[in-house]
């Protein structure tokens, strides 16, 4: 059973476009986030999530749109995609906040042509 | 703010050289030190942790061990394989309230050739 799965795996769009990349986790846990990796492969934290409630919003452009309908979903969905939102997203989940390690999905690679 | 320094890479070594991976963190509160590895093609994977000063953390053959005098947590593995190579991140939590997020380093790309 796959424990934090996001889809879809790849995502080619036009410039312009709105899309959504969807996340859930069945581990049972209160925290999810959002990372963007760049292609130098940098990760770096865009939103985190506790029991519904947003804890994190780094500076993010507000074209992005993070929606945990409950503790078990993180969806992002992002409007007016632009070349530079090109890169791998991953959804990852924790037990809790705070010193304990996060589960990741395989990453959505979305590419803006 | 909280950041993680790791050795740049990439990083070529043969199979069943030693491995060391630099890593170095600032932090304002008392961490917790992760190493996290990415196969190609594929999400992070938790390779090991350590929580408090002076603990070790070990899996699969690589151990890394929290240094607070030093603020470093360096990978280490006796004998590689060429099943070992992957991108290999250092990563840290601070723990303190309304800042719990995994702050990366830049990654460490690790080739093994037979």
């Known amino acids: 059973d796959t424990a934090v799965s996001q889809t879809p795996k790849y995502l080619v769009t036009q410039m312009g476009n709105d899309k959504s990349i969807k996340c859930e986790q069945n581990?049972?846990?209160?925290?999810m986030y959002w990372y963007k990796q760049d292609s130098k492969k940098f990760l770096k934290i865009m939103f985190s999530?506790?029991?519904?409630?947003?804890?994190i919003n780094e500076t993010v452009p507000n074209r992005f749109s993070p929606k945990s309908p409950d503790k078990a979903h993180l969806n992002l969905h992002i409007n007016s995609l632009e070349l530079g939102d090109s890169a791998v997203y991953f959804c990852?989940?924790?037990?809790?906040?705070?010193?304990?390690?996060?589960?990741f999905g395989q990453g959505t690679r979305l590419t803006v042509v | 703010g909280d950041s993680v320094t790791q050795m740049e890479g990439p990083v070529t070594l043969s199979e069943e050289a030693f491995l060391t991976i630099n890593c170095t963190y600032t932090?304002?509160?008392?961490?917790?030190l992760f190493w996290y590895v990415q196969y190609p093609g594929e999400g992070l994977q938790l390779l090991l942790k350590?929580?408090?000063?002076?603990d070790k953390g070990s899996n699969k053959g690589f151990e890394a061990t929290y240094r607070k005098e030093t603020t470093s947590f360096h990978l280490e593995k006796g004998s590689v394989q060429v099943s070992d190579s992957a991108v290999y991140f250092c990563?840290?939590?601070?723990?303190?309230?309304?800042?719990?997020?995994?702050?990366f380093g830049t990654g460490t790309r690790l080739t093994i050739i037979p």
């Open positions: 990852a989940s924790s037990l809790r906040t705070g010193g304990t390690e996060a589960f």
């Open positions: 581990l049972g846990h209160d925290t």
């Open positions: 999530y506790n029991n519904k409630e947003l804890i």
């Open positions: 932090a304002t509160g008392y961490p917790s």
């Open positions: 350590a929580t408090k000063a002076d």
């Open positions: 990563a840290l939590i601070d723990g303190n309230f309304g800042n719990e997020k995994l702050t």
